[in-house]
Each structure stands twice: as C-alpha cells, then as structure tokens.
C-alpha cells in the first residue's frame, strides 16, 4: 500500500515500536493466537495441523457445544479439549431490557467481571464488546471509570464476549452482523489483543464478519490511531470526543489520557487518508456543561471538512454508590462527585444541537439510550454489583 501525500506511512518509522500481531493467515496460527492452552493439547497429543481449523471453527461456529459433543472432533481430542474448557468466560449474571438488548456481566477464569451488550436492531445485532478490564482512562461521566483499572483482556475473552452474544442472537433468531469495541475499557491501550480479536472475528471460516462491520471506539490516542490505521484500514474509528475545546475536555477526560485536540484531530485525518473510513464521533451531551450552541458551533469547527457522523448519546446517571467510593478505594474524588449533579440534556436541546452540526453540513444523529433500564451503558451493571470492591 502506498502512503498518500502528507499521510502516515505504511509501515512503522524505524525506532517506533509496533505492537500489532504477526502476519498470521492459517487457521493453526489462529488458534495458537485465540487459545494456547488449546494449540499446546494439540502438541502433546501429536495432532496432525488440519485439526486445528476444526478446533477453532468449533469454537467460532458452535459457540453453544462443548467440545464433549464436537462430532467433527476424534473422541480421543475431545476429551483431552474438554478439560481445557470451551469458553474462557462465564456469564456471571445478564439482564434483558424490553428492546431486546441484552446485557451479560462475563466473568474471567481469574474471577474479574467485564460486560458486554447485545443490541437488537430488526433481524441484525450488535455486539459491544470490552477490551479491558475497567478502564486507565477515567472519565468523569462514564461508571466504568470510576471502576479502576485492572488488566487488559486477552483476544480469547474479547472474542468469548461475542461468542456468548453469538449464542443469544441464535436463540432470538437475530443474525450477528457488527461489533463494536466499546464496552470497558480503551481498547487502543490493549491494541494487540484488540487486532488479534479482529483477526479471529473476520477469520472467514468462523464468525466471519467483514471488516467493515466493526468498529474500534477511542477517547483518542494519537499513536493508536495510527497504528490502527495501518493494521486495519477497513474497520471503523469512533473518536469519544465529548468536548470540542481542550479546556472542556479536560475536565471530563481528566489525567495523562487526555491528549491535546490539535493532536488528536491530526491522527484522525491520518486515519481517514489512509483507510478512507468515515469517521464516527461519540458525543455524550451533557445538561449545561457540553450541549450549549457555542459547544455545537465548536464542535462544527473542530470537524469543518472531515467526512464525518456525529452520534449524539445520550447521557446515563452514574449509580451514587460509586460515585461516594471511587474505584473501590474509599478516597474522596473531587471530579467524580462533580458528576452527581451531571443530567442528560433535555430533547429540545440536543436537537438544537443536532440543527446547528447539520447546518454547518456535518451529519448528526441523535441515539436513543438502548436498555437504559438494564442499566446497559458501560461499566453500570459491574458497578452496581460492587464487582470492584473486594479487590483493591
Ligand atoms: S468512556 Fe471509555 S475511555 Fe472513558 S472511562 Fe469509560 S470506558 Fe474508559
């Protein structure tokens, strides 16, 4: 692929770490790469390498079968794979909205919970997935930064939260058909898992979802954005921009995170030049703190030229448990406790805002909150169960 004027380049400057997968095409690679606990069984029991596409299109097309019943397997690999086990998570609780959306709280073999959502919309579903266990980010507004961080999920557990939702989908007759990595967590900070799960995701005899139908979100890291560029120019970048000045950004973005916008603006027109993607722009609103029509008109000039949708959220209360015990860690925290007086914006003015982003020809659309009342919004639901607190 050749670099387009004044773009990035195709390939990491010498010097600049790159921390995306090996060239990996076979099925035996891919697995080693999902599960290699399961590619270190096939060794020691001596098993040719054709087995190991079965073995991992069992895992992506039978989501639901143990490997005790995987008929396309020997009895002898079943039994040694059952062991093993067939999913590196368990559901540890769900809760269904009436919308259908259906919201499952994983937990990990090491005893973490992470969420994923499943989104209903006519025969089609959407999965939103985690890449982190809580999240190093921190925003202000969002329930899973108040959770703390804990540790980067591996490609298994990111695919297993689309598995799990995979088994959903087929019991409500829905076809899986996007996923979008905006669950828990900055999926940029644990990009070679992230990639490794696209991989495995698009992997034609599995899952089998085109690249297009996924979408990687970020609060907006420069360097990541770049290198997701280069590693997947097809899959989607949703930009968490939320403010349209530094100075208001860094109020609800607080900490290292938190790059300037000048710099984060630049690594998306990267983004777009190299990989021709619309980008797509999350704007949680805010009553009285990011809606006003001064905030629309400097988000308007913010994104002036770019080929671009804006999906104005809207804004979930976070419970007030955590807000009184930030991460668990009983430390008071200013910026958070701020957030209990944050309120969602009134429908009036973010169709206000939504006329002004139009008028200036950029495309907004207004999200409704899907299984609001499952608490479906990121880091709700673990937050509420207190999954954090034991752990410090
Ligand atoms: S909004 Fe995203 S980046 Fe910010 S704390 Fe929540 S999960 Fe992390």
Not at 153 to 178: C, F, K, M, P, Y
Not at 206 to 213: F, P, Q
Request: net charge positive.
């Amino acid at each position: 692929m050749t670099a387009l004027p004044g773009s990035l380049p195709a390939r990491p400057q010498a010097g600049e770490s790159e921390p995306v997968t090996p060239a990996l095409s076979t099925p035996g690679l891919l697995l080693k790469l999902y599960r290699p606990d399961l590619v270190r069984a096939l060794e020691a029991l001596d098993i040719p390498p054709y087995r190991y596409a079965q073995v991992l299109e069992h895992l992506l097309r039978h989501p639901d079968t143990p490997f005790s019943e995987a008929t396309s397997l020997p009895t002898e690999l079943r039994a040694a794979l059952a062991d093993l086990g067939h999913n590196t998570l368990e559901t540890a609780a769900h809760a269904v909205a009436a919308d259908g959306t259906t919201k499952f709280l994983c937990r990990t073999r090491d005893g973490h919970e992470v969420e994923c959502v499943f989104m209903p919309y006519g025969r089609r579903a959407t999965v939103c997935v985690s890449s982190q266990v809580g999240c190093p980010v921190g925003c202000v507004f969002c329930a899973t930064g108040g959770l703390g961080f804990r540790r980067d999920l591996s490609a298994a557990e990111i695919v297993d939260q689309v598995r799990l939702a995979a088994v959903a989908a087929a019991r409500t007759g829905h076809r899986l058909s996007n996923v979008v990595y905006m669950g828990m967590g900055e999926p940029l900070l644990n990009l070679p898992a992230v990639l490794a799960s696209i991989r495995l995701l698009t992997y034609p005899r599995g899952v089998g979802l085109s690249h297009r139908a996924l979408s990687v979100s970020t609060i907006g890291l420069p360097a990541g954005i770049r290198r997701l560029a280069r590693a997947e120019p097809q899959v989607n970048l949703a930009l968490s921009l939320h403010a349209a000045t530094d100075e208001l950004r860094r109020r609800l973005v607080p900490g290292r995170y938190c790059q300037p916008l000048a710099a984060v603006m630049a690594a998306a027109r990267d983004h777009f030049a190299l990989t021709h993607r619309k980008l797509l722009v999350e704007y949680v609103l805010l009553e009285g703190i990011n809606d006003s029509p001064e905030d629309a008109r400097n988000l308007a000039r913010l994104l002036k030229g770019m080929v671009v949708t804006v999906n104005l959220l809207p804004w979930n209360p976070l419970p007030r448990s955590l807000l009184r015990d930030p991460g668990g860690t009983g430390r008071p925290d200013s910026a958070r406790t701020a957030a209990l007086r944050f309120a969602p914006s009134p429908l009036a003015t973010v169709q206000t805002f939504a006329e002004i982003l139009r008028r200036a020809d950029i495309e907004a659309v207004m999200r409704r909150s899907k299984g609001a009342e499952i608490r479906a919004a990121c880091g709700q639901l673990a937050a509420d169960r207190g999954s954090y607190r034991a752990r410090g």
